[in-house]
Nanobody, 116 residues
């Protein structure tokens, strides 16, 4: 299993960024790919992922601002981040997990920095 995250960068508050996670080795498996983040000095937390029924789950702090989507044909999961705030500053990771569980597989992180 391999996951590759891309799309991070520096953006001003109120702006948008789009993260992409390309994956391989997961087709026809029960694992789902989601997004997680680790703010400076804090624990890694859920940003957005998919439930067993395919519906999207979001962390409380990003609901209404972030949207997760997937393109199975392209083997990628996208995180569209809008109305970014400085508190969104973190290293963002994509991870593959059985629904409801902590990811077993991680991609490398991509830095997102939101300036005020």
């Amino acid at each position: 299993v391999q996951l590759q995250a891309s799309g991070g960068g520096l953006v001003q508050a109120g702006g948008s960024l789009r993260l992409s996670c390309s994956f391989s080795g997961l087709m026809f498996s029960p694992y789902v790919v989601g997004w997680y983040r680790q703010p400076p000095g804090k624990e890694r937390e859920l940003v957005a992922t998919f439930a067993r029924d395919g519906s999207a789950n979001y962390g409380d702090s990003v609901k209404g601002r972030f949207t997760i989507s997937r393109d199975n044909a392209k083997k990628s999961v996208i995180l569209q981040m809008n109305v970014l705030i400085p508190e969104d500053t973190a290293v963002y990771y994509c991870g593959a997990a059985l629904p409801g569980f902590t990811p077993q597989y991680w991609g490398q992180g991509t830095q997102v920095t939101v300036s005020s």
